[in-house]
T-cell receptor, first 113, second 114 residues
């Protein structure tokens, strides 16, 4: 079993829809949780960065962490065609493992005009 | 966030040869890392590039195959040695500006080994 599970999709939605992307994980030691967006032929771009449980909002993006369920989510409101990309969740243990991120496989999202 | 430049952006290499990938950051950063992204796979950490000392490798990666240098706080190189087709992948440089700050990534080097 992988440490981080993420449905690879692809996920196709109409423009304006609310998108929900999810990851589950098995290691309760994870403390830091991230979402990256990766466009084709580009490197991952940091979208959201959260510590421990709770919600964090940034514009149309909301990240949720539920450590009790070992489940994290990224919500995209009013999705746009420019949001079409692969979304990667990532997590780490903390300061002693800075840099060692465990990534999900990535979910490919397509937003249709 | 830092601007990360990788060279080359892509290359096609023959089996048995070596390729050195450069990573240049526009500002001093605390930590630099090298990741690999194989087709259809998640990103995997190869090693932490330590300034002025030997890199710290993750399980499954060895210095003879992936020698790494980091002569200062803005530059690092990764060499893929004695390449085989299984080394065909995207190699990504990433940096953390400070300890416990999130990682930022370059655009990667797309390597094809024939």
């Amino acid at each position: 079993q992988k440490e981080v599970e993420q449905d690879p999709g692809p996920l196709s939605v109409p423009e304006g829809a609310i998108v929900s992307l999810n990851c589950t994980y098995s290691n309760s030691a994870f403390q830091y949780f991230m979402w990256y967006r990766q466009y084709s032929r580009k490197g991952p771009e940091l979208l959201m960065y959260t510590y421990s449980s709770g919600n964090k909002e940034d514009g149309r993006f909301t990240a949720q962490v539920d450590k009790s369920s070992k489940y994290i989510s990224l919500f995209i409101r009013d999705s746009q065609p420019s949001d079409s990309a692969t979304y990667l969740c990532a997590m780490s243990h903390g300061s002693s493992n800075t840099g060692k991120l465990i990534f999900g496989q990535g979910t490919t999202l397509q937003v249709k005009p | 966030s830092a601007v990360i430049s990788q060279k080359p952006s892509r290359d096609i290499c023959q089996r048995g040869t070596s390729l050195t990938i450069q990573c240049q950051v526009d500002s001093q950063v605390t930590m630099m890392f090298w990741y690999r992204q194989q087709p259809g796979q998640s990103l995997t950490l190869i090693a932490t590039a330590n300034q002025g000392s030997e890199a710290t490798y993750e399980s499954g990666f060895v210095i003879d195959k992936f020698p790494i240098s980091r002569p200062n706080l803005t530059f690092s190189t990764l060499t893929v040695s004695n390449m085989s087709p299984e080394d065909s992948s995207i190699y990504l440089c990433s940096v953390a500006i400070e300890y416990n700050s999130p990682l930022h990534f370059g655009n990667g080097t797309r390597l094809t080994v024939t």
